[in-house]
């Protein structure tokens, strides 16, 4: 099922001429940790928006580590001033692979 979706978000991509295939939003985990309250697609808000951040890693090869790590973990601020709360702040504990699914979904965008 999620090859599927995954196939059809491609093929959705690559209809649009889009230059990168972006990744189904992961919506479960997005929610969960309510990313979109801060963020936005587009729209740098509260926070940077999620095509900036992608516009700054997506080339970078260590970049996703770095990003999980921080996404489950913290870290220094890259962007301003204000730090990213830690996923207890945000909605609960956030697992290895759930960070990296979200992480793989950011930069794709
Ligand atoms: C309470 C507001 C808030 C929420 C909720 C939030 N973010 Fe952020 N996010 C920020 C801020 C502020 C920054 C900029 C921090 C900085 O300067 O590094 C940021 C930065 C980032 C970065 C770039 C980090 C870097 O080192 O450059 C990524 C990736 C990111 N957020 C992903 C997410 C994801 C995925 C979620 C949901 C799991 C999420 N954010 C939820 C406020 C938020």
């Not at 995954?6 to 649009?16: E, F, M, S």
């Not at 940077?48 to 870290?75: C, N, T, V, W």
């Amino acid at each position: 099922m999620m090859f599927v979706q995954a196939a059809a978000a491609l093929a959705a991509a690559l209809h649009t001429g889009a230059a990168h295939a972006q990744l189904p939003e992961p919506t479960e985990l997005v929610n969960q940790q309510h990313c979109m309250f801060c963020h936005t697609t587009d729209a740098p808000f509260l926070a940077p928006s999620f095509q900036q951040i992608a516009g700054r890693y997506r080339d970078k090869p260590d970049a996703s580590a770095m990003l999980e790590q921080k996404l489950r973990h913290g870290g220094k601020a890259h962007w301003g001033d204000m730090a990213m709360p830690l996923p207890k702040d945000r909605g609960g504990p956030l697992s290895a692979e759930d960070a990296h699914t979200l992480v793989q979904w950011v930069l794709s965008q």
